[in-house]
Structure formats: structure tokens, C-alpha cells
């Protein structure tokens, strides 16, 4: 079965700081994977977007990082803020058809 | 630019009713999914589609069918409604396997069932 983790399912640091959020799956033949944020009762939008032959994408103090053959991928934020605050979620396009989420990080940084 | 679009917002249905949520794309993409998010479970897929006219059954399809009739549009329908459906319904799209293809969400039907 492919499956997404993410742990942990919440994290708290201070304002500032660097910090790494995870993504682990099950089956090594992805297209592509993605993450998303999402504030309290709201939609999804998307951060950065990783190709499977790519090892990572940046966007701003965000950097994302794939390794297929260990099945992982990270979330490096830099200089974190509080409004960086939400949960992360990590998707993954398995068998170019499914794609399939994690349960998401819900980050909270403490000003 | 709408990107995606989901109707209703919010619904609320007395069990046993049966109602149809649409989600509208104006972005030409060819795949389409129904996810719905529980509280500690994530988003789980329910149905998604490959293309204009597919249909395909994802992690938790018992209870919806959906149906792909135009390529813009994809209905999730919900023949006599349960109270294990409260959830929030996602819809999503893409351009599907083509390079640098991201999936585009809309933002959410809240669905109550009493």
C-alpha cells in the first residue's frame, strides 16, 4: 500500500529558529511530490513542487529536499515567524494518478 | 482567474438525503480529485479522475459516486447521506504527468450530517 507519514504531528518552536519538517512513503516510484500549507479552516496552497528526477526546489526561506531511495523528503524553514504558523502538509503523486497526503505538521511559532 | 471552484460552502443534510457537491476548474487540467478531511486523519482520497468521461475509485469510496461528464467540471454525490460523511470535502486538479504540474485546491464544502 502506498502510504505518507509525517512526523511529528505537532511541533512549537521560537521565533527565529531553523527548522526541518518530514515526509516519509512507501514506494519509491513517485512522479513528483508536493507541499502544501494550510491555515484553520481554510484551503490548501501550494509551496513547492519536487519532480522526481529533481533533489530539491527552493522558494524564498523555504527549501524542500526529496530522496527517493530512502523515501523521504524535508521542509527546511529558515529564520522562522510567527505567521509561518499552520500545518504542512506533504503530498505525493504515486503511479502518475494518485495523488496521496500525509496527515500534516501543525507548526506553531512562539514569538 | 477562479482556479478552482467548489459548491456549496457549507451544507448541512438531514440523514438519509442525498445531495451533489461540483467542483469547477477553468484551468484546461486533465486530472481531478475528491478528497475529505477528518480531524487527525489527513486528507483521504475519495474518487478521482484521469481525464474527461474516467472515473476512479480512491481510498474511501464507499457511500459517494462521482461522475466526470465535462472535462471542466467533477461531481461528488452523496446518494443517502450518513453522519459518518460530516467532513470537509476538498476538490483538486491538475495538468496531470506533464513537467512542473502542481495541484491546485479548492477551498472546501463543510458538510454536516444530523
Known amino acids: 500500500k502506498q502510504e505518507v507519514t509525517q512526523i511529528p504531528a505537532a511541533l512549537s518552536v521560537p521565533e527565529g529558529e531553523n527548522l526541518v519538517l518530514n515526509c516519509s512513503f512507501t514506494d519509491s516510484a513517485i512522479y513528483n511530490l508536493q507541499w502544501f500549507r494550510q491555515d484553520p479552516g481554510k484551503g490548501l496552497t501550494s509551496l513547492l513542487l519536487?519532480?522526481?528526477?529533481?533533489r530539491e526546489q527552493t522558494s524564498g526561506r523555504l527549501n524542500a529536499s526529496l530522496d527517493k531511495s530512502s523515501g523521504r523528503s524535508t521542509l527546511y524553514i529558515a529564520a522562522s515567524q510567527p505567521g509561518d504558523s499552520a500545518t504542512y502538509l506533504c503530498a505525493v503523486l504515486f503511479g502518475n494518478e494518485k495523488l496521496t497526503f500525509g496527515t500534516g505538521t501543525r507548526l506553531t511559532i512562539i514569538p | 482567474n477562479a482556479g478552482v471552484t467548489q459548491t456549496p460552502k457549507f451544507r448541512v443534510l438531514k440523514t438519509g438525503q442525498s445531495m451533489t457537491l461540483l467542483c469547477a476548474q477553468d484551468m484546461n487540467h486533465e486530472y481531478m480529485y475528491w478528497y475529505r478531511q477528518d480531524p487527525g486523519m489527513g486528507l483521504r482520497l475519495i474518487h478521482y479522475?484521469?481525464?474527461?468521461?474516467?472515473?476512479a475509485k480512491g481510498e474511501v469510496p464507499d457511500g459517494y459516486n462521482v461522475s466526470r461528464l465535462k472535462k471542466q467540471n467533477f461531481l461528488l454525490g452523496l446518494e443517502s447521506a450518513a453522519p459518518s460523511q460530516t467532513s470537509v470535502y476538498f476538490c483538486a486538479s491538475s495538468r496531470g504527468t506533464e513537467v512542473h504540474t502542481e495541484a491546485f485546491f479548492g477551498q472546501g464544502t463543510r458538510l454536516t450530517v444530523v
Open positions: 479522475s484521469v481525464g474527461e468521461g474516467t472515473t
Open positions: 519536487i519532480q522526481s528526477s529533481q
